[in-house]
């Protein structure tokens, strides 16, 4: 909390998803295709900032710029329009 207003913290994670079939799963985009490493993709995804302290900032802001970068790295062969 600062100054009254509860603050949140984001965050970068890593988690390998083992069972993709959930009921809170509402869909899956295909964004692109990859034939880099996954070591490659993993290092792409650690360089976009997860930023703090501004509320107009969401984790689709991070999806966006997530995205964007996997391009620039050429770590998707090809991203959809």
Do not use: F
């Not at 913290?9 to 890593?14: A, F, G, K, L, S």
Request: net charge positive; with cysteine; hydrophobic share 35%.
């Amino acid at each position: 909390m600062r100054d009254g207003t509860m603050q949140q913290t984001w965050r970068y994670d890593q988690n390998q998803l083992r069972k993709v079939k959930t009921a809170r799963l509402l869909c899956r985009v295909l964004i692109g295709k990859s034939e880099k490493s996954r070591q490659e993709l993993e290092n792409s995804l650690r360089t976009v900032p997860v930023v703090q302290d501004d509320p107009n900032w969401r984790c689709r802001t991070w999806a966006a710029h997530a995205i964007a970068q996997l391009a620039r790295d050429n770590v998707l062969s090809k991203v959809a329009n």
